[in-house]
């Protein structure tokens, strides 16, 4: 008896540990004022971190993030990694000093649960300038 609770013990633990040692970190690079890809899908439990961010932050457009999902604001010039993104939806970001140059990105976290919320904002004009072209590249990134 005592042996079994053991054996279902270790089991629940290593099915913990390969699921955490799956979770994968998905490398975002800065090409002057574009995040480079500009649109990654990565699995829930996944990270993102921006490499080369010397002048610039990300920075999630709040409104915009699925239901119930956490944004983030770095420090400028920051390499800054996301804590593991468990929420499934479409994460739009910027870089608030350059969003006047169209300076954001997406981030897809698992399914695209939020899209029609941003592409009815496109649709009714809510959504316009660089969120209205991220939007359309996301919705050809999920076209491809
Ligand atoms: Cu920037």
Redesign the pocket.
């Known amino acids: 008896m005592k042996h079994t609770k053991l054996m279902i013990a270790a089991i629940g633990l290593s099915a913990l540990f390969s699921a955490s040692a799956m979770a994968e970190n998905h490398v975002i690079d800065v090409n002057v ?1 574009k995040f480079v890809p500009l649109v990654v899908q990565i699995a829930p439990g996944d990270t993102v971190s921006w490499i080369k961010m010397t ?3 990300t920075e999630t457009i709040n409104e915009y993030l699925p239901e119930g999902a956490e944004g983030w604001i770095s420090k400028m010039g920051e390499n800054y990694q996301t804590p593991p993104l468990t929420v499934e939806g479409v994460y739009p970001y910027k ?1 608030t ?2 969003w006047g140059t169209g ?1 954001g990105g997406v981030i897809i976290v698992g399914e695209p649960t939020n899209m029609d919320v941003l592409s009815t904002g496109v649709k009714d004009k809510t959504i316009k300038g660089a969120l209205k072209r991220l939007v359309k590249k996301t919705n050809k990134f999920l076209a491809s």
């Open positions: 004022t002048g610039h932050i870089c000093p350059h300076m």
